[in-house]
């Protein structure tokens, strides 16, 4: 029975790493695809009057790394956003690492 026991533990703690490797992973990439979907954006938003697909992406990939600077330039907001994605990642080391106490109260 206290393998049966320790296996679910460890299975837990499984599911429990993964989830919090993808919203990881989910939150840094939104970091990065934020930017280039606005690009995407303008470049529709550019067609709708005629623009060139090619022209419209040389007009906003500039805009877009103009707002992207501006952001950069807002002080603590760029360390804000980083320590969340950091804090995010000790909080699920730090579930994760629950697991094993709870593994070695089941093993004892």
């Known amino acids: 029975m206290k393998k049966i026991n320790l296996a679910l533990v460890r299975l ?3 599911v429990v790493f993964v989830v919090f490797t993808f919203t990881v992973l989910i939150y ?3 970091m ?3 930017p280039l979907d606005a690009v995407a954006l ?3 938003f550019f067609g709708l009057f005629g623009v060139n697909s090619l022209i419209a992406c040389l007009i906003a ?3 877009v790394s103009y707002l992207a600077l501006m952001v950069y330039k807002i002080p603590l907001l760029t ?3 980083i320590d969340t ?5 000790n909080s699920g080391k730090a579930k994760v690492e629950a697991f094993n106490q709870i593994a070695d109260s089941v093993r004892a």
């Open 79 to 81: 360390k804000m956003v």
């Open 32 to 34: 990065i695809l934020l």
């Open 12 to 14: 837990l703690q499984f």
């Open 61 to 63: 990939i500039p805009i």
């Open 42 to 44: 303008l470049i529709k």
């Open 85 to 89: 994605g950091i804090d995010l990642v």
């Open 28 to 30: 840094f990439s939104a």
